[in-house]
């Protein structure tokens, strides 16, 4: 399983991964394991890695963006990716995939949110891994902080295999179970008096 080793400047978690905790309170992220795309003194950017939406595939992509997939079936899941911007598209994927645009999260991780790249996997020319997401998560600044001191998220170094990989209903607890922790074992009122 390869990590992305990305070191934390400053104590930001920009490509490391948030697991919500049992007792996170917000429905969205019932469970939501969301890979980091940004961090900083002026908030964070997310996108929710294991929520995919059922009602949703990719062939409604191709015909909405007039693509021609050349009769091919191309297998492209639709994720909620979070509850801000919910109708703007974003694909995080293997950074093997690199256009203008393309924002390069670490070495192992790039976001692209074009519709080029959409043409580019029709072509056969896109990256070899990619996650479709619809929305992202935010955070204003200092407020992923706080979430964080009030025990809502869990952080871990991200993995191909735990962004990609692995069923999104093993995500969560695989998340975890790569710090050591089973979630099933946690109260939802851990850290709180």
Known sequence: MAEFNRTKKDGYLE????????GLRFSCFNKAVIYLCSH???GAMGIIINQALEDLNGSLLWRHFNIDTHGQQIYLPVHFGGPVDSARGFILHSADYQKLGTININQGVSLSSSV???KDIAEGQGPKQRLFALGYAGWGPQQLEQELQQNSWLTVPASEELIFGMENGRKWQGAAKSAGVDM???SPDVGHA
Request: aromatic share 6%.
């Open 15 to 22: 490509g490391q991964l948030l697991i919500a905790t049992p």
């Open 40 to 42: 900083s003194e002026h």
């Open 116 to 118: 080029e790249i959409l």
């Open 184 to 186: 099933y074992r946690l």
